[in-house]
């Protein structure tokens, strides 16, 4: 879920698409009684860092976004806005590690304090083909970023690509992004928090971007009623938390989601956040305030950042028990998330969802000091399902076993044993957080709307991380197969068409699943029933002890 190989990205994928236009003035959009100035780029227009809610500062910290007033006066939109704040952490130094392991780990590392980022930071992105106009009514795809609820920035991704992708293929399509917050600034959780009604602002702030696009996206020459939500990680899982958000009235906001490793999550009730909660009330000097929540709005930033980053991150112990993520609040998520796709509170919409083969071997190095059974069990028992009784931790660890050439990465036998159960742990946890919350939504929703799912195997000789989480967007910001597939479905609401292998729809009776693969061969089908046994019964027991 961490914002995996971006600078990589960005480094690769930052320039401008070569012009077939010449030199042009710059666009402008009129929004309101506003002129906005954005940036002639080659194919496309760009228009960056467009606030869409007011500043969540001062008394407006840890309050629901706010709408802004009518544009009124014009501005330039031509760099991205500040990241919100960010959650510091990093993986461990692992020097013995084949180099190009540590270069995959080396892009995550690198910190994302380096981006400006501030409270003031819930802005927007528009990339439009050059020629779009008001007339055009051409589909968007929203992007919203990973990071595992803690980091990540609109600026990372180049949305151009996709841009490109789409007017190449025939299917022009605009691009939006969303900065929305995360860590403890987006996903406080508590009793004070559910009482004054303020869980999951991260999301909310998503959702009053989607009510942006709705209103303005004409300007730009978009067509409300052909949205697609798109998001790869905690991305991803907030595109399925957008599904099942207000019992899966989506409001008409979009019509379509694509969902890159991420799911609606095994999340517990918002009580759960609690004592991260008091930690950070502790941390700042808080305790002692009559309104613990009023005096958090009033810490200094630089206090209440360095107090939040105290708190247990994805690359600490627990790894992907996240501390500040999505919890049900009663009113955005009324339950558990998968609790509502059970239900059948799911929006009625065509949608795509995909894993990586080892998505848990990234969240794995944390854990390199369990090396036996005992410890193991212990640490699930601990972190993982505190509640739950040593029969079913036992039945996990049957499971998923010490076996080595059973673990992740898969299907490569006893090679990539870090330690004696670094391939379980990445079984357990890329199948606990990724892969069961896919299937549970796909077995939910078949024969209910169109779905399509696929699983990504390349990378798959990367040194003990295979064919790791994250390393699908590749596939997508460098234009590849996966783009295309994409950008279709954006257009047709079916990914097929081209010259790609035809990818069909899944359901429970005929589970069909696209394979992207590394070598001569680059996709093929197969059916998504690996594991069938063991992600069942995983299932069960996060339906019983949601995180």
């Known amino acids: 879920m961490h914002t995996t190989l971006l600078l990589l990205l960005a480094g690769s994928l930052v320039g401008a698409s070569a012009s077939p236009y010449g030199k042009r003035s710059s666009p402008t959009v009129t929004l309101d009684s506003a002129t906005v100035t954005g940036i002639s780029s080659g194919s496309v227009n760009q228009f960056l860092g467009i606030p869409f809610a007011q500043p969540p500062t001062g008394n407006l910290r840890f309050h629901l976004p706010q709408s802004l007033p009518p544009y009124n006066t014009s501005f330039s939109a031509t760099a991205y806005g500040s990241a919100c ?20 780990l080396a892009a995550i590392n690198v910190s994302l304090a380096s981006l400006p980022s501030g409270e003031d930071c819930l802005t927007l992105n528009v990339i439009a083909p050059a020629d779009a106009t008001p007339d055009s009514e051409l589909p968007i795809v929203v992007w919203i970023y990973g990071g595992g609820f803690e980091d990540g920035a609109t600026s990372l991704y180049n949305g151009t690509i996709i841009v490109d992708k789409a007017i190449s293929l025939g299917v022009p399509a605009i691009y939006v992004s969303m900065n929305y917050r995360v860590n403890a600034f987006g996903f406080l959780a508590s009793q004070e928090v559910k009482d004054a009604g303020v869980g999951n602002l991260g999301l909310r702030d998503q959702r009053l971007a989607l009510y942006w696009v709705q209103k303005y996206i004409c300007a730009f020459g978009g067509d409300p009623t052909k949205v697609t939500i798109w998001g790869e990680s905690a991305g991803a899982a907030s595109v399925g938390l957008q599904l099942v958000a207000n019992n899966g009235n989506s409001d008409g906001l979009f019509r379509a989601g694509f969902m890159q490793s991420g799911s609606p999550l095994p999340s517990g009730n918002i009580l759960e956040g609690q004592k991260y909660y008091d930690a950070l009330v502790s941390e700042t000097g808080c305790s002692s305030a009559r309104d613990t ?20 991150n994805i690359v600490s112990y627990q790894s992907l028990l996240m501390a500040w993520q999505p919890r049900a609040d009663g009113i955005f998520l009324t339950d558990d998330p998968q609790k509502l796709v059970q239900q059948g509170f799911v929006t009625d919409v065509p949608f795509v969802t995909g894993d990586c083969d080892d998505e848990g071997t990234l969240f794995s190095f ?21 509640t739950a009784p040593s029969a079913t ?21 006893t090679l990539n044993a870090l330690t004696p159960q670094f391939k379980r742990f ?3 946890q890329g199948d606990a957080m990724f892969q069961a919350p896919r299937r549970l939504l796909l077995h939910n929703r078949s024969g209910k709307q169109a779905l399509w799912t696929y699983t990504s195997k390349r990378f798959k000789t990367l040194p003990y991380l295979g064919a790791a989480h994250g390393s699908d967007l590749f596939n997508v910001f460098e234009g590849q197969d996966l783009a295309a597939y994409l950008v279709r479905f954006v ?7 081209g010259t790609d292998l035809y990818w069909p729809q899944y359901t429970t009776a005929e589970p069909h699943m696209l394979e992207l693969l590394d070598g001569s061969i680059q996709q093929a089908l197969t059916e998504d029933t690996y594991r069938a046994d063991a992600i069942a019964f995983l299932t069960q027991v996060l339906l019983a002890y949601p995180l």
């Open 426 to 428: 990445a079984a357990f």
């Open 293 to 312: 929540l009023q005096c958090l709005r009033e810490v200094p930033y630089e206090a209440l950042l360095d107090a939040v980053n105290q708190s247990p």
């Open 366 to 386: 944390s854990t390199l000091n369990v090396t036996t059974d005992t410890q193991f069990e212990e640490y699930i028992q601990t972190y993982w399902f505190p």
């Open 491 to 497: 257009s047709n609401l079916d990914p097929n068409g």
């Open 85 to 104: 704040p960010q959650q510091s952490g990093l993986f461990p130094s692992l020097s013995s590690l084949p180099a190009e392991t540590l270069d995959y």
């Open 393 to 413: 931790i036992k039945e996990v660890m049957q499971y998923y076993s010490a076996n080595i050439s059973q673990g992740s990465p898969f299907d490569t036998g």
